[in-house]
């Protein structure tokens, strides 16, 4: 049997990616400082093939100890490790205080070095085992009003690079996902507090039907989690239109930027 650890576990990308593992029939790790949330979430796995904990990412001993717990009904195998647990706060840079700005690269960036170095043991003891990160489009070309989201996603994706070339010294595969707009919980809740905190079904609507920054669900996320343990490919884009934004930077800095910008101000 394989094994995948996943923080971030209890919604979203997180929870649709630990379906699609366990429908697969591996043995899913889920982690989240959500508990209702976990609870919830046990109701889609099987008991002896799933394993959960609370979990805050910023707490190296406390990971140090859940992955003890999680090796121990595992053999001491993971197959994949999935650092996927992210918050994404907004607003202009110059009035966000510093406790937030904190506590957004605690979680984005010390969240998951302290999840690859725990990870790190049971990666190496595992033949073809990958280590996967959640990135973003942001990553691609910073976005105003997310200018500390941006700056820990690229963070996250040079991280990535560089393990790429570290971790083939153990046989470790890195990758990470970079996603668009995808229907999640913390999309939903951004969308709401643009709109003075109330949350509704129109919202979607303002978000483009096409391109890089279209509505894509979260089961496309869980799909490329699998696609990417099955290649050697680093960078995942989801929708694909990302990877273009990506390569239009290299290309065409302005372009990139007015199209980023198009999108988070049209007129």
């Known amino acids: 049997m394989q094994h995948i650890f996943i923080t971030g576990g209890s ?7 630990g379906r699609k593992f366990a429908d697969a029939g591996w043995f899913v790790g ?7 949330g976990l609870e919830a979430a046990q109701t ?3 008991p002896s093939r799933s394993f959960f904990a609370h979990l805050d990412v910023r707490d190296a001993s406390a990971y140090e100890a859940v992955m003890q717990d999680f090796a121990s009904v595992t053999n001491n195998r993971l197959d994949i490790m999935f650092n996927n647990a992210g918050i994404a706060p907004g607003g202009w840079f110059d009035e966000m205080p510093l406790t937030e700005i904190q506590r957004i690269i605690d979680i984005n960036v010390m969240g998951v070095i302290n999840g690859i170095q725990t990870a790190i043991p049971l990666l190496k003891a595992t033949e073809n085992s990958l280590c996967i990160s959640t990135s973003s489009s942001v990553a691609t070309h910073g976005h105003a009003m997310r200018a500390v989201y941006s700056a820990s996603k690229s963070a996250v994706k040079g991280l990535t690079e560089a393990l790429s070339l570290e971790f083939e010294r153990f046989g470790i595969r890195t990758a990470d996902v970079l996603p668009g707009c995808i229907d999640t919980p913390m999309l939903r809740s951004a969308l709401a507090a643009g709109n003075g905190g109330v949350w509704e079904e129109r919202l979607l609507d303002r978000l483009p039907q096409t391109g890089a920054y279209r509505l894509v669900p979260v089961t496309e996320i869980a799909e490329t989690v699998w696609q990417a343990y099955h290649s050697d490919q680093i960078h995942w884009y989801v929708p694909k239109e990302v990877g273009d934004i990506d390569k239009l930077v290299g290309l065409d800095f302005a372009a990139a930027r007015q199209e980023t910008k198009d999108f988070l101000f049209p007129s």
């Open 11 to 17: 919604g979203g990308m997180g929870l649709a990616t």
């Open 30 to 36: 889920l982690v989240d400082v959500d508990d209702e």
């Open 44 to 46: 889609y796995f099987d």
